[in-house]
């Protein structure tokens, strides 16, 4: 046997070799075995092992599992590199990796390597919020678990994926607002719970098991990183409780309970004065208290050791081992649990049935996922493998999210879309006209292949490029050779924006302009033009360009985020009409004054008329701004008809109710005021333009002014594609206690009494709430 191995061995090194030499550059590749326990085919011992039994129940086999166990062996378990138990056929397994917007290398779980060596990449998180697209929301989630198992399946990936982050996006200058689907909880709700639908949900319909697990983070209130000097690790949110239950824990609730997320990660942050991961309100007390998380709750990354170290909450490491885990906490991406946790029980503060609830939860959630079934290879996704990752499918759908999010801002008539034949040349000009990395922000991993801007753009028309500035942080703009090819151009496309060395994990914005002489070199291109000069913006979050919009010699703009993989080939589709953009801004662009005024770290969503304080985000910002959130244009124009709507919304309440004899301006949201009391509104659509395209129709609603509501709060969105002339309907389901309610001053959910106004579009309806 051995002596074949060898041959074989032998046989390929000589053939690589000889190919070698033929200037074939071929490495060999041998197949990688997936990590897994309870291998009884190579160990038959195992099977006598109840928690190897694939017939019993997901407690029973945890139970017996951790009945096994030694107090050190569990100590292992409560850490991302978990440590494995070679007498009972457990490998050690690595909890972290990543799936924001594709397989990712960000974490140790993942790697790419000759086998698979990239995975699709598809926008950062932003842009695919720019879709409002629920179903495709969960199809990338799917697409994404796909590829994650087959890369399990030969070795290079785990099956636990810290992924999304569904934070709100509060503060322009946040870095990580890329990762987030925006500022409004609604949208970030939806798309939390539809990703992780496709993450995890099996294709036979077990919904007992995993196909992978995701995990929505990092809870909560989590949106400054590195500001002026305030760090995350040491940041105390300030937050009120009406704050909290209306803007910050809606898209983790929703991740729980409408996702069925298998995890939840507590975030580096304190708020209100105590650390997430120490908080058993927050852990014990809403996760899995009232939300019944069925899954574990993990750590930021070292964020026990800041919790020591940077926020000195405790006098110990091993009083914060017990407090993260007294509150709630199951594993430590890190080690910090593992150096502390003994001492920590020696010393009275833990004991071990502490630790057999954390590893409880961490077994069950590895046993739905099947890791403790034996060979994946021989279970529902076995036959998944390096063919699974980058099909021409899934880079498609990359390409089709990317347009789908592109949002058109700005458009003079007879700009966009150009016409490939009118146009004989296009000057390409800007420091994010040729780039690759940019277009995949951040938490990404390597992609199956990079279209650029500049290749997308010269596949349809002849080029000139300039890039203008040397980077983007754009020191010293080139402004005389781009003048010069842009002279001469039928049209221009200027590519501007940022990068990571920008806005990016650790790094917030000061300034929300584009970066250093950018908005220099744009305003004289514009000035030498003769034909449409279209602005393209790649960024993660939003810029000043009130310049350029006012610019008449700059006739379209355009905010691409950052686009994937696909990225330059889905912006020549939008910029040459082969697709009619549909993407709405999910988050607010306030002006440069904005930031200015507002210290990053006031945390409040309100307006405070006595300081000055504008508020935040379009539900309550008083201020004005570049672009609105829900702004987007198309190529078409839809016109929109209300064709039913109820006048009068009646709650019927009990005889004795207080406010049946007295006025009330709102009323409890409780279960038994709220049963079964919904609405239809029917809308239709008609496309009176002349090309075919998606309108994404946004229903909003203003409530009456009490307990401090929202100007205006997104109920729902859909999409609907018609071509010119066409109509369809839209229709939504309003349940008037989930989707009109709001929050008061104490963080309790009512249903405000009196007029409410909904809106889509220009179309307003109102009607009135009664009892």
Not at 111 to 136: D, K, Y
Request: net charge neutral; aromatic share 8%.
């Amino acid at each position: 046997m051995a002596l074949a191995k060898n041959t074989a061995f032998l046989f390929c090194y000589i053939l690589c070799i000889t190919l070698t030499n033929f200037g074939l550059n071929f490495r060999p590749v041998f197949a990688q075995i997936p990590t897994f326990a309870c291998d009884v085919s190579s160990n038959p011992g195992l099977k006598n092992f109840r928690f190897c039994d694939v017939s019993l129940d997901v407690k029973t086999r945890v139970d017996d599992l951790v009945n096994r166990l030694t107090l050190q062996e569990k100590i292992g378990f409560v850490v991302s590199g978990a440590k494995g138990v070679s007498n009972l056929g457990i490998p050690n397994y690595e909890w972290w990796s990543e799936a924001l917007h594709g397989v990712s290398y960000t974490g140790p779980g993942t790697h790419f390597t000759s086998l698979v060596p990239g995975a699709t990449s598809f926008p950062q998180v932003l842009l695919t919020g720019a879709t409002f697209n629920e179903s495709l929301f969960e199809l990338i989630g799917k697409v994404v678990s796909t590829e994650a198992r087959a890369m399990h399946n030969v070795g290079l990936a785990g099956l636990t994926f810290w992924s999304p982050n569904i934070n709100i996006f509060r503060d322009p200058r946040w870095g990580r607002g890329q990762e987030t689907p925006g500022e409004d909880p609604v949208l970030s709700s939806k798309y939390g719970a539809a990703y992780v639908r496709g993450l995890q949900q099996r294709d036979d319909g077990d919904k007992d098991k995993l196909k992978v697990a995701a995990c929505c983070k990092h809870y909560t209130a989590y949106d400054v990183d590195n500001w002026q000097g305030n760090l995350r690790y040491s940041f105390n949110a300030v937050v009120t409780q009406q704050d909290m239950e209306d803007t910050f824990q809606p898209p983790f609730k929703s991740c729980v309970l409408d996702g069925n997320v298998a995890s939840v990660m507590c975030s580096y942050n304190q708020v209100n004065g105590k650390p997430t991961c120490g908080d058993p309100d927050l852990l014990t007390g809403v996760i899995r208290g009232q939300w019944k998380l069925n899954g574990y709750i993990v750590s930021d990354c070292d964020s026990l050791k800041e919790m020591f170290s940077s926020q000195n909450y405790t006098k110990t490491p091993e009083e914060t081992a017990a407090l993260a885990i007294k509150s709630g906490l199951d594993l430590n991406c890190g080690s910090f649990l593992i150096d502390h946790t003994q001492a920590a029980i020696d010393r009275g503060l833990l004991n071990e049935t502490d630790i057999n609830k954390a590893i409880s939860n961490n077994f069950a959630t590895l046993m739905r996922l099947g890791f403790f079934d034996g060979d994946p290879r021989k279970q529902l996704y076995g036959n998944l493998g390096p063919k699974d990752v980058c099909t021409p499918a899934n880079q498609e759908l990359a390409r089709e999210v990317a347009r789908e999010g592109i949002v058109l801002l700005k458009n003079t008539e007879g700009s966009l879309p150009l016409s490939r034949t009118a146009i004989k040349s296009l000057a390409v000009i800007g420091p994010n006209a040729n780039v690759t990395k940019t277009m995949i922000g951040n938490y990404e991993g390597t992609p199956c292949k990079y279209t650029t801007p500049l290749q997308g753009l010269t596949a349809s028309v002849a080029t000139v490029y300039q890039p203008g500035c040397a980077d983007v942080s754009c020191a010293t703009a080139q402004v005389d050779e781009a003048k010069k090819v842009a002279a001469t151009a039928d049209a221009v496309v200027l590519i501007m924006g940022s990068d990571l060395s920008i806005e990016a994990e650790a790094k917030d914005r000061l300034d929300i302009t584009l970066p250093g002489q950018q908005s220099i070199l744009v305003t004289a291109v514009a000035n030498v033009s003769k034909g449409p000069v279209i602005l393209v913006i790649m960024s993660g979050g939003g810029m000043d360009v009130q310049f350029a919009k006012d610019d008449p010699k700059i006739t379209s703009i355009l905010w691409v985020g950052f686009p994937g993989e696909a990225g330059g080939a889905a912006i020549a589709d939008v910029i040459f009409g082969y697709y009619n953009p549909s993407g709405r801004l999910p988050m607010t662009w306030y002006p440069q004054s904005y930031v200015e005024k507002v210290p990053m770290t006031n945390m409040n969503m309100r307006p405070d008329p006595a300081t000055g304080y504008p508020g935040r985000t379009y539900r309550f910002y008083t201020g004005p701004t570049i672009f609105s959130f829900g702004d987007g244009l198309s190529y078409s124009q839809f016109n929109h008809s209300l064709v039913q709507a109820p006048n009068l919304v009646s709650i019927p309440l009990d005889e004795g109710h207080v406010c049946r004899s007295s006025k009330c301006d709102s009323i409890d949201a409780v279960e038994e005021t709220c049963k079964n009391i919904a609405f239809d509104i029917h809308l239709r659509v008609k496309n009176v333009g002349k090309l075919a395209g998606s309108d994404t129709v946004l229903l909003f609603s203003s409530p009456p002014r009490v307990h401090n509501a929202p100007q205006k709060h997104l109920l729902g969105f859909q999409k609907l594609h018609l071509t010119p002339m066409a109509e369809g309907l839209v229709r939504f389901n309003v349940d008037v206690c989930k989707h009109l309610s709001l929050v008061d001053e104490h963080g309790k959910r009512k249903v405000a009494l009196g007029p409410h106004v909904l809106h889509v579009g220009s179309l307003e309806h109102s009607f009135n709430v009664g009892i």
